[in-house]
C-alpha cells in the first residue's frame, strides 16, 4: 500500500530473533523501493543466517561488535551524567573489567539499580552483587530479587512479583488501572516508585498499556514466578475475573477471549462471542480476524456462533444508527462468507446493499466494496451470471472513482476472470488476469499479496488446460509470495500447497501429492476447524490421491466428510457436490460396486445439468467416468455413445492433442476391443499413446497405462513380440511410479504371462499369473472382478499343462466364475469366459454332457453381451463343435461346424468394412 502512495516508510524490526515462529518465511524477500528497513537481529541464531542468505539482498549489514573498555567507560559517564551522578575510577572499573559488562544491556540495567538504589558509602559492595553474575538471565535473577525486597506492601505482601506475573501472562500487556483493580492497591507512589525502580531497560507504557521491553526481561520473570502452570493459570484467571464484570470496549475484546482460549473455557469463550454483536465488529477484521475463527474453533461449537449473530444483527435493527447497523450487517455478511455459512450470507449480503446504497448512494465506493464480495459469494456458489453482474457494477463503480488502473479495478479483473474460468473461457480469463496483474504489479511491486493471488489462480487455468509447468512455475511463485507476507500458517499458503498437490498427482507423483495435501490440511484445520469449505475442497483431492494408491477405506471416508460439508454449506445443486459424487462413483467403480457407481455418476451429471450449459467441460469428464462403468458392466453402446460426446465436447473446449482427448479415444479403443474389433483398437490406443508422450514424455504413468492397452491389442492380434516388449515397459514405469506391488504391475505380469503360454511356456506363464494373484489379492481382497480375471488366467495355464483336476483348473474357473457372478451377475462376457473354461476342462475330463451345457450357457451369454458374430462367439462354436467330434457325435458335429463357417464370413465381412470405413474417431 505505502509503494501504492508515493510515500516513504521507515520499518524497524528490532531483535527480530525474538519473534515467535521458527522462521523468517514471513519476512519479504525484497521492499519496495520506498520501504526503508533497519533490522537488529543476534549473530549466531537460525534467523541471522535466513537473513543474512544470498537471497535477501541487503544494501548494509553492520555487525555490532561487543563494547570495548573505552566504550564501556564513555556509556557509563554519559548515563551517569543524565542523573547528575558520577563515580570513582575504581567504581567504574570494578563495571568495566565485569565478564558480561561487554553487554550494552547488561551495563545499561546494573547503571540503572546504582542510580535507583546505590549508597555512596558502600557503592562498590553494591556493584559487586551484579559483577558476580555471568550473563544476563543471572542478572536479572538478582534485580528481581532485590526488587521484590524493596517494593513489599502490607496489603499486597507480592506486590511485585504480582504485576510482573500479571503482565507476563497478559496478550500484550497490561494498563495501569487494570493492574490497580486487581491487586487492590490504590494509592499512585507505589506505582510509580515500582516502574521506575524497574527502569526503561526493562518495561515501558505504550498507549497507556504497559509492557516488557526486552524478551531477556520477560524470560526471567517467566522462569521466576511462572514456571508452574498452575501459577500461570491463577494469573490468567485474576483477569479473566477481572474483565468478566466490565462492559464491552476494545481492551476486553481483545484480551478477555484470548485468556479463555488459554485457560480452555469453552462455554465461558462461547457466551461471550455470542453475547453482543460489538464483538463482531471489533474482532473480524483484517489483522484479527484469524484470531477470531481461532476462538471459533476453541469453543468447538462454531456453527452456534453463525446463528447467534443473525439472531444479535436483527436485535440491532431498531436501535443502531443506519451507518452503524450497515457496517455490522457488512461485517456478519463477510463473516459468514468466510467461516463457510454461504447460505446464510447471502440474505445477510442483500440486505448490507440496500442499506448501504441508501447510505451512500449506488455510486460510492462503500456499495462498490460490498458489490465485491457479494459477487465472490456468488461464484463460489457458482450463480455465475449474478457474480458477473455484481462484479460489472462494481468494476463501472470504481472506473468512475479512482480511474481505470488502480488496484480496486484489478480486483475487479481478476474476480471477472475467475468467473470466467470456471466457465470453461480460459482465453478471456486469462487475458483480464493479465489486465489484473499488470496493474497490481506496478501499483505495489512484484512482492504483494495480491500479485500471489492473481498469479495462483492464473496457474489454475493453464492447470485446466495441463499446462503443468508453467502452472507448476505459477503456483511457486505464489506460494513464495505468501509465505514471505504471512509466514506458513495462512490459508493463501494451504491453497497453493493444494494446487501443487494437484499437479503432482496429475503428473503420478502421488506420494508428494499426499504430502503437499496433508500440510495444506494441517494449516486450514488449525485455523479453520474441521468442518469449513476449504477443509472439504482439500479432503477431495487427498481422497483422489488414497484412491490412486488403492487406499480405498481412507479415500471412501475422505469423500464422505467433504460431501457431508458441502452439502450443509451448499445444499445439493451446487458443482462441488456433483464433484463428490463423481469421485464416489469412481472409487465404487474400483471396488466393484458398479450399480452404486452408476447412481452416484448419474446424481451428478443430475446437478451439472441444473448448474452449466450442456456443453460445459465437466460434462465430458462426468461422461467419461460413467462410460467406463458401463464398458464393465458389457453395455458397450451406452459406453461408445458417452465416450463419443465426451471427446466432441473437450475437442470443442480443449483441441485435439489434449490429454482428455487421448483419455477417450483410449476408452473407445477398449470398446472396440471388447467388440473383436483389433485394428480399430489399435489405431485409437496408438494415437491416444502418441498424445500423452507429446504432453507428458515417455516415462509417465498415462504412457504405462496406454502401453498396457496397446500390448493387450498386439497379443490379440498375434503380435506376440511387439505385445512383449509393452508389458515390459509398462511393467517397468509402473514399477517406478507405484512399486512392484502395486495392482498395475499386476495387470502387466498378467499381459506378460498370457505371452508366455502363447509361446508354450506354461510354467513360466503359471509363475507371473501367480505373482499377479498374489498382488491383486492384496490390493483389492479376494472378492474384487481383477482377482476374477487374473484366476482365470491362472486356471487357463493349469489346463494348459494338463492339470484338469478339481484341485486344478476346475477349482480355479469356479472361484472365478463365483466372482463375477458377484460382481456382474450371470450376463456377463467374463462370466462366459469362465464358463468356457470349464468347458473345457469338463471336455478333458471327458465329462462330455456336462461339458456341452456349460458351453452352450457361454454361447448364449456370449451372443446376448457381445453380438451374434464377435470372435468369442466363433471360437465358443468352434469348442463345442470340437466337443462333439470328441464324443462321437458327428452329426451335432457338423450342424455347429457349419454355423462357425457361416459367423466366420459374417465377421470377415464385417472386418472389411471396418477397414474401408474412414476412421471415424
Given at each position: 500500500m505505502v509503494a501504492a502512495t508515493g510515500k516513504e516508510l521507515i520499518l524497524l524490526l528490532e531483535g527480530i530473533n525474538h519473534v515467535e515462529g521458527d522462521n523468517l518465511s514471513w519476512l519479504p524477500k525484497q521492499f519496495p523501493a520506498s520501504v526503508k528497513t533497519i533490522i537488529s537481529c543476534t549473530t549466531g541464531t537460525e534467523y541471522y543466517t535466513d537473513l543474512t542468505s544470498a537471497d535477501r539482498s541487503w544494501k548494509n549489514v553492520l555487525n555490532i561488535t561487543p563494547l570495548t573498555d573505552s566504550e564501556k567507560r564513555e556509556l557509563i559517564k554519559t548515563y551517569l551524567?543524565?542523573?547528575?551522578?558520577?563515580?570513582?575510577?575504581?567504581?567504574?572499573?570494578?563495571?568495566?573489567?565485569?565478564?558480561?559488562?561487554?553487554?550494552?544491556?547488561?551495563?545499561?540495567?546494573?547503571l540503572h539499580q546504582l542510580v535507583m538504589h546505590g549508597n555512596y558509602d558502600n557503592l562498590l559492595k553494591f556493584i559487586e552483587q551484579f559483577t558476580i553474575t555471568e550473563n544476563l538471565d543471572q542478572l536479572f535473577d538478582i534485580v528481581l530479587e532485590l526488587l521484590e525486597k524493596e517494593h513489599r506492601l502490607p496489603e499486597a505482601p507480592n506486590f511485585m512479583k504480582d504485576v510482573l506475573s500479571l503482565i507476563g501472562v497478559s496478550r500484550y500487556g497490561m494498563v495501569e488501572a487494570e493492574l490497580v483493580a486487581i491487586l487492590k492497591v490504590y494509592q499512585q507512589s507505589p506505582w510509580s516508585s515500582l516502574f521506575a525502580a524497574i527502569g526503561p531497560e526493562s518495561i515501558f507504557k505504550q498507549s497507556g498499556v504497559i509492557r516488557f521491553r526486552n524478551i531477556r526481561f520477560q524470560e526471567a520473570v517467566r522462569r521466576r514466578y511462572l514456571s508452574k502452570n498452575s501459577e500461570e493459570e491463577k494469573y490468567r484467571n485474576r483477569i479473566v475475573e477481572y474483565f468478566a464484570t466490565k462492559e464491552i470496549s476494545e481492551r476486553k475484546?481483545?484480551?478477555?477471549?484470548?485468556?479463555?482460549?488459554?485457560l480452555s473455557k469453552k462455554s465461558e469463550l462461547l457466551n461471550f462471542l455470542t453475547s453482543d454483536i460489538k464483538i463482531l465488529t471489533n474482532l473480524y477484521t483484517p489483522l484479527t480476524k484469524f484470531d477470531f475463527f481461532g476462538y471459533l474453533q476453541a469453543t468447538g461449537e462454531s456453527s452456534k456462533v453463525a446463528d447467534a449473530y443473525i439472531r444479535l444483527l436483527k436485535q440491532q435493527e431498531a436501535s443502531a444508527s443506519p451507518s452503524e447497523y450497515g457496517e455490522m450487517t457488512y461485517k456478519a455478511a463477510n463473516f459468514l462468507f468466510e467461516s463457510g455459512n454461504l447460505s446464510l450470507a447471502v440474505p445477510i449480503f442483500t440486505k448490507a446493499v440496500q442499506i448501504l446504497v441508501d447510505l451512500h448512494t449506488e455510486k460510492s465506493k462503500e456499495v462498490a466494496n460490498v458489490l465485491y464480495d457479494f459477487s465472490l459469494l456468488y461464484t463460489q456458489q457458482a450463480r455465475y451470471e449474478e457474480a458477473e453482474n455484481m462484479v460489472d457494477r462494481c468494476m463501472k463503480i470504481r472506473k468512475n472513482l479512482f480511474g481505470s488502473s488502480h488496484p480496486k479495478v484489478a480486483d475487479c479483473l481478476w474476480s471477472k476472470a475467475l468467473i470466467k474460468k470456471k466457465q470453461s473461457n480460459f482465453a478471456d480469463s486469462i487475458l483480464l488476469y493479465k489486465q489484473a496483474l499488470e496493474i497490481v504489479t506496478k501499483s505495489f511491486g512484484a512482492y504483494?499479496?495480491?500479485?500471489?493471488?492473481?498469479?495462483?489462480?492464473?496457474?489454475?487455468?493453464?492447470?485446466?488446460?495441463?499446462?503443468?509447468?508453467?502452472?507448476?512455475?505459477?503456483?511457486e511463485e505464489s506460494l513464495a509470495i505468501n509465505r514471505s507476507n504471512f509466514g506458513n500458517m495462512h490459508p493463501s499458503v494451504a491453497e497453493c500447497l493444494d494446487c501443487l498437490g494437484r499437479i503432482s498427482k496429475k503428473e503420478g507423483h502421488y506420494t508428494r501429492a499426499k504430502a503437499l495435501y496433508d500440510e495444506a490440511l494441517t494449516i486450514l484445520t488449525q485455523?479453520?476447524?474441521?468442518?469449513?469449505?476449504?477443509?472439504a475442497e482439500t479432503c477431495m483431492n487427498l481422497a483422489d490421491v488414497e484412491r490412486k494408491v488403492t487406499n480405498f477405506s481412507a479415500s471412501e471416508e475422505l469423500y464422505k466428510k467433504a460431501i457431508r460439508i458441502f452439502i450443509h454449506e451448499f445444499g445439493t445443486n451446487h458443482p462441488d457436490v456433483a464433484e463428490c459424487y463423481n469421485s464416489m462413483g469412481i472409487l465404487y467403480k474400483d471396488l466393484g460396486k458398479h450399480e452404486e457407481a452408476v447412481k452416484y455418476i448419474e446424481n451428478g451429471i443430475a446437478i451439472l445439468n441444473v448448474v452449466f450449459p450442456s456443453g460445459h467441460l465437466k460434462f465430458a469428464r462426468f461422461f467419461n467416468n460413467l462410460a467406463d462403468i458401463y464398458a464393465i458392466m458389457a453395455k458397450f453402446s451406452q459406453a461408445k455413445e458417452l465416450y463419443l460426446k465426451a471427446m466432441k465436447i473437450n475437442e470443442a473446449k480443449l483441441g485435439t492433442e489434449h490429454p482428455e482427448v487421448s483419455e477417450n479415444l483410449n476408452a473407445i479403443g477398449k470398446i472396440e476391443k471388447k467388440r473383436g474389433n483389433y485394428a480399430e483398437a489399435r489405431r485409437c490406443y496408438e494415437r491416444s499413446l502418441a498424445i500423452v508422450t507429446k504432453v507428458y514424455g515417455d516415462e509417465h504413468p498415462k504412457v504405462a497405462l496406454f502401453l498396457h492397452d496397446l500390448g493387450v491389442i498386439y497379443r490379440k492380434e498375434k503380435m506376440f513380440d511387439e505385445s512383449w516388449k509393452t508389458y515390459s515397459r509398462a511393467k517397468e514405469l509402473n514399477s517406478i511410479h507405484f512399486g512392484e506391488n502395486s495392482a498395475a504391475v499386476g495387470q502387466n505380469l498378467?499381459?506378460?504371462?498370457?505371452?508366455?503360454?502363447?509361446?508354450?511356456?506354461?510354467?513360466?506363464?503359471?509363475?507371473?499369473?501367480?505373482?499377479?494373484?498374489?498382488i491383486m489379492e492384496r490390493v483389492y481382497g479376494p472378492h474384487h472382478e481383477k482377482v476374477a480375471l487374473t484366476l482365470n488366467y491362472l486356471a487357463e495355464t493349469a489346463r494348459k499343462q494338463g492339470k484338469y483336476t478339481y484341485d486344478g483348473a476346475e477349482k480355479l474357473y469356479n472361484r472365478a466364475l463365483e466372482i463375477n457372478m458377484r460382481c456382474f451377475g450371470e450376463e456377463h462376457p467374463e462370466v462366459a469366459e469362465n464358463l468356457n473354461g470349464l468347458g473345457q476342462v469338463y471336455k478333458n475330463q471327458m465329462n462330455y454332457a456336462k461339458a456341452e451345457t456349460i458351453f452352450k450357457k457361454s454361447i448364449e451369454i456370449s451372443e446376448r453381451t457381445l453380438g451374434t458374430t464377435h470372435p468369442h462367439v466363433i471360437n465358443r462354436h468352434k469348442n463345442l463343435a470340437e466337443l462333439y467330434e470328441s464324443w462321437g457325435r458327428v452329426d451335432d458335429s457338423k450342424v455347429v461346424w457349419q454355423k462357425y463357417e457361416v459367423i466366420k464370413k459374417q465377421r470377415e465381412a464385417e472386418e472389411v468394412a471396418m477397414r474401408n470405413e474412414s476412421f471415424r474417431v
Open positions: 551524567e543524565t542523573y547528575s551522578k558520577k563515580m570513582s575510577f575504581v567504581e567504574t572499573q570494578a563495571l568495566v573489567q565485569a565478564r558480561a559488562s561487554q553487554n550494552p544491556l547488561y551495563l545499561r540495567t546494573i475484546i481483545h484480551e478477555f477471549p484470548w485468556q479463555l482460549k488459554q504483494h499479496p495480491q500479485v500471489a493471488q492473481i498469479t495462483k489462480t492464473m496457474g489454475d487455468v493453464y492447470r485446466l488446460q495441463s499446462l503443468y509447468d508453467k502452472a507448476t512455475e505459477l503456483y485455523l479453520y476447524g474441521a468442518t469449513h469449505v476449504a477443509i498378467n499381459g506378460l504371462g498370457m505371452i508366455l503360454k502363447k509361446k508354450g511356456d506354461n510354467a513360466g506363464a503359471q509363475e507371473m499369473h501367480e505373482e499377479a494373484l498374489r
